[in-house]
């Protein structure tokens, strides 16, 4: 069966959703029930004379397929019309289509679609030829002067009857149109902060908003809605990257679109792919850089490379399926949208210690009660904090919510501790001997067993200093490392100052960094350095998981071994 493309205004009646029981008749035959079976019991009433159950469980597939390409959901449409109780994967997925289509509002048109949406093939390759590719370039012609249509080849009255009763059903296209022309040709583009978006492109009712009862979000706009988003995260740094990467498709999606960021489909996301390599008009969008509050700000300094767009991508991706997690949005157009070429990034060996330098920043580290006025408490936290981050790697999110149920010894005799990092991804790390001393060592001074099988597992690794049984903030924690680095910075100055202002820089993730870079300097393989950072999970066989491990905790071990007393 395939699915074949049509334009809303072929038919102006919009398909109807199928009833519960027609629903129930239908998941009972994708869980394996007979469809005999699944009709007499919740459709004895319709079981025509002389039509077969099958058949009647085909037209409820059908009703859900055209339905859903309404809906402009192809790709749901596709795993309905495929959907079959002999593959339990199938009738999942089918399953779930069900649920996100259900009650998904019928689309509406935008002035950023293409004509082909919305209009008959028959009137698609006159007005492209006339370079009419969009709802927003038509509108501006109809009706601007009687016989309107009459300069543009191919275009007689009955077509131009059938473009004047769409828009005639649609009257808010003109003016929004018309609007966002005015805004297109002044470049008036503006940073977030200064972003007053129009009410028609807001969000407030796009064309994938979830119902508002169901939604986790206060938000009434995608604006609030993203904004949102970036106050989950912390690191001012991570919030300006966020912002950035949200403030170009919202300003993207009015201004050349034409729509909300609610209302961005597949094909824009496709789109945006080429627009972020190439952006354009260019002088629209792209310019030196320039202070945020300059008439002369543009979004881009240039072309991004494939593996800026692909980061850009991934930052979308995720903000959509966040929106999707909080019920604000049904669907994520970002999903599967790749970037051909794009890697990710290598290890960043420019925010990282070198090895001589380390070893100075350790030695600050172990005079700060006697000679530069930290409590002893303090002190003791924060030289564990610095030995156990870079002996282990771990981001700071993983350090505070790490707790000391979470080590664990394998069958070699290796430990390891067990994290979750970015995206909820759960995945162990090696806990060689320096990170060891350092916890045993803390441990003691908390007033805490060192043995494991004494310790209470729900014990944080890092305690709070008003009260140990508390968990760190992330805050807190970053809090207090940026203390650390500024005193270090000033004991080195005079000394070493290119070290000072590399401390005045640094945030607690270069710790990751370092551990990074001296793991790779000592000779691990790159393989190694990659699973204990968790950047990338290896598509490897059950059969080699334990020799992998046993390998990687001995590199890890061998380079972080406990010094000696």
Known sequence: MEIEPSSASASHKDPSWPDEAALAAYRAWLQGVPSRAAVDRYLPDRHAAGASARSVIG?????????????AQADMAAVLVASSPFDRKLAKAAAAAIETLRGMPSPQPLIGDA???????RLVGVLRAAGIRTLADLTLRVPRRRRWWAGIEGLGPAGAR???????????????????????????????ERLVVPEDVDGS??????????????????????????????SAATQRAYRKKAERLILWAIVERGRALSSLTTEDAIAYRAFLRHPSPRARWVGAPQPRSSPAWR?????????????????????????????????????????????????????AFAEHEWKLVRVVADGLESSYGWSEPAAQRLRFMLDFAYATGLRISELVGALLGAIEADAHGDTWIRVVGKGHKAGKVVLPPLARAALDRYLVQRGLPVT???????????????DDRNQISSWRLWRVMKRFFSTAADVVEEGTPALAEKLRLATPHWTRHTHATHLLQGGAELTTVRDNLRHASLATTSMYLHTDDARRAKQVTDRFAAPRS
């Open 59 to 71: 037209r409820i597939k059908r009703q859900l397929v055209v339905f859903a390409t309404s809906r």
């Open 452 to 466: 494991p099988s004494k310790w209470r597992p729900y014990t944080p690794l890092i305690g709070s200093l008003g």
């Open 205 to 234: 009712r796009g064309t994938f908003r979830a119902p508002r009862a169901s939604c986790a979000l206060d938000a009434s706009n995608d604006y609030q809605a993203v904004n949102a988003w970036l106050s989950l995260h912390e």
């Open 299 to 351: 979004p881009f300094a240039g072309d991004l490379s494939a593996r800026s767009a692909a980061y850009a991508l991934s930052v979308l991706n995720a903000l959509h399926r966040w929106l999707i997690e909080q019920r604000y949005v049904l669907a994520n157009p970002f999903a599967g949208v790749k970037v051909r070429g794009g890697r990710p990034a290598q290890l960043d060996t420019s925010h």
């Open 115 to 121: 004509v082909e949406r919305w209009l008959p093939v």
């Open 162 to 192: 059938h473009i004047e009763a769409f828009f005639a059903q649609h009257p808010a296209l003109t003016e929004r149109a018309r609007a966002l022309v005015t805004v297109a040709q002044a470049q008036e583009l503006v940073p977030w």
